[in-house]
């Protein structure tokens, strides 16, 4: 029989406590699959401690005049923690993303896993330039990659990405994808009627984006293609689902278009707006994983990503979806074929429905990430 692992998990976010993005979703998941089997304690901030779904939540409330020095804050306040919890002693540290790497920095003799969800450099969406540009947060994660023993990417593009940036050594990164609760996007819903609440006609066809309004994820490109995908079908309406920088500007630039801001959406919300597309789009510049690609999967929708990082790799073009250029003529082809094919459009859903099952579950994910704790733990 394996051994059971007494495991601390950081992260400075999780799903039932402060929620920032994709990674509460990756790092929640993958503990409460660890927890059926293992003692799983997840660090993290918040304001007081809970258990929930077999895992032990341990908070700390950090402050600090900006993102890296409230970081930083939190590591040392966590790391106080994890000493309360340590007796007997954890046999993994697994650490989630730069936020946590002055926590790595102070348990680096114990055994320790880090990874990483994406790049600073990636995040900014800047493939060709350089990654001194952000060099405070790159420092970190450059440092993270050399001191863990071993490392997690969520893509093989990441860690392509990560060696090219840090010369991190190969041999110590494995590539693990992140994984998605199938269930919770598997759903009987009224299409029609979720169109209508929207104020559409229940015929109009719905491109849907969910995600942030940043320059990474490229809600430019597809607003930028709607003028060509309205030239030849005018029937169409579409949502752009999220908050951040981009989101006035991206308000004025369509300004007169079949175009709705919602903002950022409740769970629920979402769900009902993933089975009210008929399309969804991710046009990212830099992708690591993709996590809506997963969702829309599990709610039956049709794909359309850029040839970029984890979209790119678990795509598989004309049978799960349809991987285009990054550019708005890009975007444009590809609403428009699937639009202009019903039948493609329903046998790449299906193909991506089934994909799920075969490769995104998070029992597999947690298997993988035991074959690297036994690693690490010799």
């Given amino acids: 029989m394996d051994k059971r692992y007494k495991i601390a998990i950081f992260c ?37 401690d809970f258990d929930m779904n077999g895992v032990h939540y341990h908070a700390f409330r950090p402050n600090g ?29 697994h650490f989630h993303d730069w936020h946590m790497v002055e926590a790595l920095h102070l348990l680096q003799h114990r055994p320790t896993v880090f990874t990483y969800h994406s790049t600073e450099f990636g995040r ?26 071993r490392c997690v990417t969520v893509s093989w593009a990441l860690k392509n990405e990560i060696i090219d940036l840090y010369k991190t050594d190969p041999a110590k990164i494995h590539v693990i994808p992140n994984g998605v609760v199938k269930e919770q996007f598997d759903v009987s819903i009224d299409q029609e ?32 293609a709607i003028p060509l995908i ?15 920088g981009m989101r006035d500007w991206l308000a004025g630039r369509t300004r007169g278009m079949p175009v709705q801001f919602p903002g950022f959406i409740s769970d ?17 510049r830099n992708e690591p994983f993709g996590i809506v690609l997963l969702e829309a999967w599990s709610a039956n929708r049709p794909v359309v990503v ?48 089934n994909q799920v099952d075969r490769r995104f579950f998070w029992d597999s994910i947690r298997d993988q990430v035991l074959y690297v ?5 010799g």
């Avoid at 001194?132 to 947060?137: K, S």
């Avoid at 073009?317 to 329903?346: F, K, M």
């Fill in 65 to 93: 005049n900006n993102v890296v020095e409230y970081c930083k804050n939190l590591s040392y306040g966590l790391v106080n923690r994890f000493y309360q919890y340590d007796s007997p002693s954890f046999d993994i540290l």
């Fill in 268 to 284: 629920s919300e979402y769900v009902r707006l993933l089975h009210a597309s008929d399309i969804v789009v991710i046009p990212s």
């Fill in 12 to 48: 400075w976010e999780n799903l039932y406590g402060d929620r920032v993005g994709g990674l509460s979703n990756a790092a929640t998941y993958l503990a409460q699959s660890l927890a059926k089997e293992h003692e799983v304690h997840f660090f993290t901030r918040g304001d007081e």
């Fill in 124 to 149: 900014n969406g800047n493939i060709h330039g350089d990654w001194w540009e952000f060099h405070e947060i790159c420092s970190k994660e450059w440092y993270a990659g050399l001191i863990a023993r």
């Fill in 373 to 377: 704790y036994r690693e690490v733990t």
């Fill in 230 to 244: 309205k030239e030849k079908h005018g029937n169409t309406h579409f949502i752009l689902a999220g908050s951040g």
């Fill in 193 to 224: 009627a979720i169109k209508v609440s929207y104020g559409l006609d229940c015929h109009t066809l719905l491109i849907t984006y969910v995600g942030r309004l940043t320059y990474q994820k490229g809600p430019d490109i597809l607003v930028d």
């Fill in 306 to 353: 850029s040839r970029v990082g984890g979209l790119n790799e678990n795509v598989e073009h004309g049978v799960t979806g349809l991987i285009v250029d990054t550019t708005p003529g890009g975007i444009s082809w590809g609403v428009n074929y699937l639009l202009d094919n019903p039948h493609d459009r329903i046998r790449m859903a299906r193909g991506g429905y």
